[in-house]
Every structure is written in C-alpha cells, then in structure tokens.
C-alpha cells in the first residue's frame, strides 16, 4: 500500500470504481481506491442492473446518455464483460396528465440530442405483447434503456483504471480521517495511514458516516427497495428477441427481462427510510428481510398491466437499501467549508449516472471546474437548512414520487413548512399559498377569497393564472409590495473589500451610495453568478444575488477570499424586508420615511441608509419587475415592524401585495433573465446579453478576464459575432406556455432551447425566452416553439414588451 496518493477515493462500489476511472483516463494516475470489504459490498451487488436517460435537468440527461454510450469503450479498455442488453424501454401514460408529462420530456430531448418518440398502445403491443394496453393512450419509447450485470461491470471499472495506473486496497476500512493544516488528509485505515492530497466520499450507504468522519453532514438517506424474480414464462422465453423495459408510472413499477422470466420492482408508496442511526459498520453481502405486504397494491395493479405475471412463480426476492438525496439527484462536488473533500455520493441510479458522476467529478478535480453546468447533483445545492429529519422526510417522499408526474408549477408538501420569515403569519392571513426554496418559504401567489388555498398542478395554465394576473396589474397601475428574503445576501466589509471585490466580479463596482450589476465568472468564463453590488458604506458593500445559490457562492467566495483584511458574510437570513414596486412606489416610500426620497436625492441605482418607520433601513433603488422600485432591508427581528409601517401608510395608495408567481411574469415582460435559468455555468457574459455589464477591460485581473476577453476578440472579428445569443419570443400559445428546454424550431429543424417564460399578464402576452444562432436574431422573424407536443408559431422581438426604454425603471 501506498503512504502518499494525490487522491483516495473512498468505496468501492460502482461509483467508486467510475471515479477512479475518469481521475486515471483524464491524468492522474496516482490515486488509489480504498474498499471495506469486497468491491461492490454495498447497494452494488443488488441493483437490477437496468440504465435510462431520462431525466428532468438536460445536462444530467446528457450525462445519463455518455454513461451508457461509455460501457463498449469500457469493454474493449478492460477485456471485461459489463453483460449489456439494449433493450430499449417504455413509459406508459394511461391519463391525458401523462400524455402531457411525456410529450413535454419527447419535446426537451429533441434538444437534448435525445432520440426518444412518442408511440401508440397498438406500437406498445407490438414491441411487448406481455402488456395489457386497456386505458393506454400511449408511451415514450427511448431506445438507450437497457440493463447490465452490476458487478461485472464495477469490476470492469476497477480494471480499466488499474490499467491506467489506480491501485485498489480490499478489506480496508477507513476508520478515521485527519486534516493537515495544508488541507491535505491523514486517512487512516485498518492496513495503516494514507497521506492523500484530495479524498472522495463514494461511501454509498455508509457516505453519512464518511461525512461524520470529516464533520460535515451530507443529506442523504438510505430507503428500503424491492424487486421480484419470476420463474421462466413462456410469454418470455418463445419469444425470439428480448422484451424492452416498461416504465409503468401508474402502478409505480419497473419490469424487465431476466433470463426466461421477468423481473418487476417496485416504488412502494407505504416505504420505509432504512438505518435511521447510520449505517452498521458490518453491513455486508446480505438483504432485507421481504416486505411482500407494502408492495400488495402494487403487485395488484402490475397483474392487471401485465396479466402474465398473475401465474408466474416467484423465484427470488431482493430488498436492499440505496441513498437518495431529498431530490433524488446526487452529491457531488467539492464539500462547502472544506479543503480537498469532494463528495460523491447519493446517487441512486447508480448504472445510469455514475460515468457522467465520474466524469464531472474529475473534470473537477483537475480542471478546477466541470465542462458543463452541474449545479442540478452540486453537492453545494442544499445548505445548512438540511436537517436530518428534513433530509428523511424529502427522501421518503422523492422515494414515493420517483415516477410521478412532475408538474412545472408543483409545490411538494413534505418537510414544509422548515423555514420561515417573520412575515410568514402576516401572509398566511391574507390567503398565501406558498412554495419553498432552498429550505425557506415563499409566497408563490394570494388566492382570492372562494378560491382553493393551493394551485393545482398542470403543465397547462393553473387555476392561480387569474390571481397572479390581478397582482401585476396591481403593481403596473399602483404599488406591489413582495418580500426580499428571496434573495441570497453577502456583507463584505475590510479594508481590503474593494480590491477583493474587484478581482472576483467582472463588472464595475459602484460608487459610494450607488449599485452595479455585475457578472461573476469562472476561469473558463462562463457566468458563476449574476450580482447586484450595493456600496453601502466604506468599506461595506452588500451583495444580492439567488438564495438558492447561497452555498454555491458561499464556496466560490471562500475559494478566492484573502486571508486578511476582507470579511465577508452570508447575511441572507438576518438581513430581509420587502420591496415595494410600481408608479406609486416613491409616494410610498416617502410617507414612511422623514429622509428625501426624490428623483435627485435618490437616482436610479443608488442606496441609502435611513429610517424607515422605526427601522434603521437599507434601501436601493432597484427593482427586479422592472419598475419603479426600492427593496428596503432590516434587521429580521423589525420586518413586522417594516410591514406595519409600509402597510398602514400603503393604504393610501392602493398597495397590494404579490407573490413571486408575479414577480417572475413581471420579470418575463421586461426579458430580465434569472439565475440557473437565462444565467448559469453553461453559458458566457456575451451569450446572454450579460456582457452590457462586463468591464471588459479594467485593469484588475479578474476570474475569467483573459477567456472574456477572448470572447470578446472573436465577437469582433468580421462576420463573428458569437454562436448563440439569447432573445425573447412572443408565442401564439393556447392554454400552456413554455416551462423551459421546450424545443426552438425554424424551418423544420431544432434551432435552439426555451430556457424559461411564461405568461406576461400586464402585456398580455406569452413569452419565452431562449438561445437561437446569433446569425438568425432578425426583429419579427417567425420561429416555432413545441409545447406539449404542439408547434406553436413564435415571433422574435428584439426590444423588451414593458418600457422598452425603461422610463418607469428610472423615472
Ligand atoms: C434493490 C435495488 C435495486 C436497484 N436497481 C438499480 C437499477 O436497476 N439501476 C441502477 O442504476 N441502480 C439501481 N440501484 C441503485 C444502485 O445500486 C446504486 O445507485 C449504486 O449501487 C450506488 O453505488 P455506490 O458506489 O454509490 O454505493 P455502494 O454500492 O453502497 O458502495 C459503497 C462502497 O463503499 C464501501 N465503504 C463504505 N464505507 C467504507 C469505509 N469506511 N472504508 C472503506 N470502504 C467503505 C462499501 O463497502 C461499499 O463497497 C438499485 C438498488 C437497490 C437496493
């Protein structure tokens, strides 16, 4: 065994073995792979070996698709077997609901590269006779599904890497973990001490107690799962080719071939989260005891599906337990608040993921950053927010709704409601229904009175639309007010605050007394964020930007902070508010307040400190809506206070307040892009039109300078002006609007991708917004967007549809 390795990776099961395959083949060959027992000891060895790319986020579909396409290479590499069958799979839809769920994943996977189709129950019946079509109105066919032999291919892994240079240690638990004051770790095994630079949790069922070992918690949760083996059937084995998978998200089940017989598994809905204390330390080769009952309904439905079955006799019965993160999607990534822990873990498609898992871990690890946006398995996606009980309570649910429909404008109840603003009782009053992000609650939109407290999930117009549409009226005609604690907040104060700022941010930064909106890139430079940069004080700037990438931006932050002379603060949940909006918002502001509010004293883009009723108040002149309007922060303890003040005086002034349903549609209609969606890792300043907020050429070498500047060189090159560009459509929608990744088409090709839109109430219009070519942004030109499974016609416009010369904005 080694003393020294530049990386230990920790488990070998088939994630492990994908880690340390991507670290050798992209050129760190001194790494070494560290297993307790046998490979595949833990969830490994009991999986059903099947593999899909469906997925919601399109770069982990992506991902999904290399780790399959990955297995032939790895096959030729390693001299082994991975035992494929590409097969192909089918997910039913037996209600109008699925029909609409499947066209709108068929519609995205056209961009994706996806080659998926939408088939008849007659085509169904053909490719598997086995399935009862009664009630089918249809399915999604994707011909990449399959299934392989779990532990061949781990093994083939393991040697491919140990071709490429890896080394393997069996049987030998890592039973501690030190940290070394240059980051670098001790980690201590049964056989001795290991000094490794980098190390990665790939403990699968035991990650938490790895994580412990480190300090940190990883929120992931092990959940009970259970499959079937059949003896052979003659509806299988007279057959002349194998049957394809079926995907049956009514009966939540998963049924494939095995050999002569079938193997069915099943998402319980009655489901048990599995070793509540941790994982024991011998958990080894062995199963569950059977639960035949919790899977009774299920296997009801599933006789019915497919009658076959009802005869069949029951050849073997796997319960084992796997890790889900409370979105069902992995942990990956460097660990937030620590040097040199990366984590890899959670990922509970273990066969579809992992190459994708290992090879944006790698990416990572050597290139500083992934090759593609990964912030959908970011380990940094969830904070401290995370309780274990939290955590349990999303997995269970994740675990019942694996194969749900999800509806883009779905809400999930579990765990709700974590955290909340002092405001929350306030609005509970005035009948909010409510979402939840990155833990907190929000006010989505005010359900009118005889109208149900909660919006009914569809992928077509929602019985909120009226509301919403009432609460954009409200704030184009008079005043809105909505809560601010929906954004992630930085302090960042020192001596050395400006200089730091400088070198992190692309933009200018403001004056004092003045705001800048500034990109934040990475080295490649792609955008990391998209902030608003408050210069309150000497010397104290405070940040704005998502809350949802609080510990993303936390870990960017601490990456580059200097060890002396800058503070910085993630003051998101201490420092809230409310921003009120629209034509009255001045006269508003200025009844609640003895300081001078005017046009002069308080220009567009400026902030101030000043009273606010009886709160000391931090107030900017800035508004996500587009209009005139003032976010006012203060200490969390005085928001009611702040409420009160802004309430009473508001009277006076028709105020109203909205959610963030019409936030996001007041945004739409002045084509204002939001973060991880118009803004994320995938895409450059010059791209999203973000490059009217680049200092391109300041003197401070900024994070990304030298690749901005290479963009901006090739942009100016005759005849290059970039590939793609994002632009705003108007759609000739009927009662559904774009969600995001729907399909661009001209001229009966896929041009491009929705990344988000909606309804702009106030314009009366459907918009989406989306990258296209930048050779075909022509004002007017006539585009086609697929939603549901419809062309439906879309018209480029190139100045936004409210104050396109944003004269409310800066009046
Ligand atoms: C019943 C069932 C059916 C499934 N079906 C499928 C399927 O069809 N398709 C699919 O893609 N996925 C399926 N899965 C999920 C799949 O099994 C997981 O995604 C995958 O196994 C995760 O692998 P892993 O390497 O992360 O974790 P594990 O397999 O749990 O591996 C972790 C490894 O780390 C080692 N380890 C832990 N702690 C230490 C330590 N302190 N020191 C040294 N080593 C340590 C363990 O011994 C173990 O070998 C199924 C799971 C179950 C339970």
Not at 613 to 630: E, F, H, K, N, P
Request: some cysteine.
């Amino acid at each position: 065994m080694k003393s020294h390795v530049q990386v230990a990776v920790i488990g070998g099961g088939v994630v492990g073995c994908y880690v340390l395959y991507h670290l050798t083949k992209l050129g760190w060959p001194d790494v070494c792979l560290i297993e307790r027992s046998e490979l595949t000891s833990g969830s490994t060895w009991h999986a059903a070996g099947g593999f899909h790319t469906l997925n919601s986020d399109p770069n982990m579909a992506a991902l999904q698709g290399y780790t399959i396409n990955l297995y032939k290479e790895l096959e030729a590499i390693s001299g082994l077997t991975c035992g494929l069958h590409h097969v192909g799979g089918i997910t039913l839809a037996d209600s109008p609901e699925r029909m609409d769920f499947i066209k709108a994943a068929r519609a995205k996977h056209r961009h994706m590269g996806l080659d998926t189709h939408i088939i008849t129950p007659e085509e169904i019946k053909k490719l598997s006779p086995i399935v009862n079509t009664d009630g089918i109105l249809g399915g999604l066919y994707d011909p990449l599904d399959g299934h392989l032999d779990p532990s061949g291919t781990t093994h083939a892994y393991a040697k491919a890497a140990q071709i490429q240079g890896a080394e393997i240690y069996l049987r030998n638990p890592v039973t501690s973990l030190k940290q070394r004051p240059d980051g670098s770790w001790d980690v201590t095994t049964k056989n001795g001490i290991i000094h490794a630079e980098h190390v990665v949790n790939a403990g699968g069922l035991w990650a938490r107690e790895l994580g412990e070992m480190a300090g940190v918690f990883l929120p992931l949760h092990p959940m009970e799962h259970q499959y079937l083996i059949t003896d052979d059937l003659p509806e299988v084995f007279t057959r002349d080719e194998e049957l394809p998978h079926i995907m049956d998200p009514s009966g939540e089940s998963y049924l494939r071939q095995e050999g002569k017989g079938l193997v069915i598994g099943i998402y319980e809905q009655d489901c048990d989260p599995w070793a509540l204390d941790g994982t024991r330390l011998d958990f080894g080769h062995e199963l569950l005891d059977n639960n035949l009952d919790r899977i009774g309904d299920a296997l009801e439905f599933a006789f019915k599906r497919f009658p076959c079955l009802e005869k069949a006799g029951i050849k073997s019965i796997v319960n084992g337990p796997f890790t889900f993160a409370p979105d069902g999607n992995p942990l990956v990534g460097p660990v937030p608040g620590l040097q040199n822990y990366w984590s890899c873990c959670a990922v509970m498609a273990g066969f579809s993921q992992g190459g994708g898992v290992g090879l944006s871990l790698a990416e990572w690890m050597i290139h500083g950053e992934p090759s593609r946006d990964v912030f959908a398995m970011d380990v940094a996606r969830y904070g401290n927010y995370c309780t274990k009980a939290y955590t349990r309570n999303k997995v269970r649910e994740n675990y019942q709704k694996r194969f749900s429909i999800s509806y883009p404008n779905e809400e999930l109840p579990a765990g709700r409601p974590l955290n909340t603003t002092p405001a929350y009782t306030i609005w509970q009053q005035q009948r909010a229904v409510f979402g939840q992000g990155y833990g907190m609650e929000h006010v989505n939109y005010f359900a009118p009175e005889g109208e149900p407290l909660e919006e009914i999930p569809s992928f077509r117009r929602s019985n909120a639309f009226n509301a919403i549409g009432n609460e954009c009226r409200a704030v184009r005609t008079s005043v809105g007010i909505n809560e601010v604690h929906n954004f992630g907040k930085y302090l960042v104060t020192g001596a050395c605050a400006s200089d730091w700022l400088d070198r992190v941010m692309a933009g200018k930064l403001p004056q004092l007394g003045r705001i800048t909106l500034s990109p934040m890139l990475s080295p490649s430079g792609k955008l990391m964020g998209d902030f608003t940069i408050s210069h309150i004080a000497e010397n104290e700037y405070q940040l704005t930007a998502s809350f949802g990438a609080q510990d993303l931006h936390m870990r960017w932050f601490e990456q580059y902070l200097p060890a002396a002379n800058v503070t910085l603060k993630n003051i998101s949940m201490s420092r809230i508010g409310f921003q009120i909006a629209g034509p009255k918002a001045r006269d508003l502001l200025a009844a609640c307040t003895r300081f001078n509010v005017s046009h002069s004293a308080m220009p567009f883009l400026s902030v101030r400190k000043m009273e606010v009723g009886q709160c000391d108040a931090i107030v900017q002149r800035v508004s996500y809506t587009g209009d005139l309007g003032y976010e006012i922060y203060v200490p969390a303890e005085q928001q009611v206070s702040l409420y009160h003040t802004l309430a009473n005086a508001g009277v006076a002034f028709d105020l109203k307040p909205f959610g963030m349903r019409a936030m996001m549609s007041l945004r739409l209609e002045k084509s204002f892009g939001s973060w991880m969606r118009e803004y994320k890792p995938d895409y450059t300043p010059m791209e999203t039109g973000m490059d009217r907020f680049m200092d391109y050429h300041k003197d401070t070498d900024y994070i990304g300078k030298a690749a901005a500047l290479a963009e901006l060189a090739q942009a100016a090159r005759p005849g290059k002006t970039g590939k793609r560009r994002l632009v705003s459509f108007i759609v000739d929608a009927l009662d559904a609007d774009v969600v995001a990744d729907e399909p661009i088409w001209k001229d009966g090709e896929v041009v491009g991708f929705v990344t988000s839109g909606g309804y702009a109430h106030f314009s009366e219009k459907s918009v989406a917004l989306g990258f296209i070519p930048t050779q075909m942004i022509v004002e007017g030109a006539a585009f086609e967007i697929e939603i549901l499974g419809e062309m439906r016609p879309a018209t480029l416009y190139t100045a936004c549809l409210f104050d396109p010369k944003s004269e409310r904005m800066k009046a």
